[in-house]
């Protein structure tokens, strides 16, 4: 059974940096397509960035330059390293298996001084 579990959520000023995990089972992330959603009660779930099997990577644009997505084979785990993080970041974070449509619980980051 494949499982993803996302962690790093919490607290920060705007301005801060954090750093969201998303640790696989059942599935190889070296050669699988992943992202991280987010969402915002009241608006749709939206794609944040997205790393493929190449390790080609794609952003959304209000977070192109200041959010970076990577992959730890060797670890099964896969990263979103989040600067200069603004209120509007503000929203329970999502990894996904992508083509497979399998989700993590989410984790919360909430941007606020």
């Known amino acids: 059974q494949v499982q993803l579990v996302e962690s790093g959520g919490g607290l920060v000023q705007p301005g801060g940096s954090l750093t969201l995990s998303c640790t696989g089972s059942g599935v190889d992330f070296s050669s699988s397509a992943l992202g991280w959603y987010r969402q915002v009660p009241g608006k749709e779930r939206e794609l944040v960035a997205r790393?493929?099997?190449?390790?080609?990577?794609t952003y959304e644009d209000s977070v192109k330059g200041r959010f970076s997505i990577s992959r730890d084979n060797a670890k099964n785990t896969m990263y979103l390293q989040m600067h200069n993080l603004k209120p509007e970041d503000t929203a329970v974070y999502y990894c996904r298996l992508e083509y497979h449509d399998v989700w993590g619980q989410g984790t919360l980051v909430t941007v606020s001084s």
């Open positions: 790393i493929r099997g190449s390790g080609s990577t």
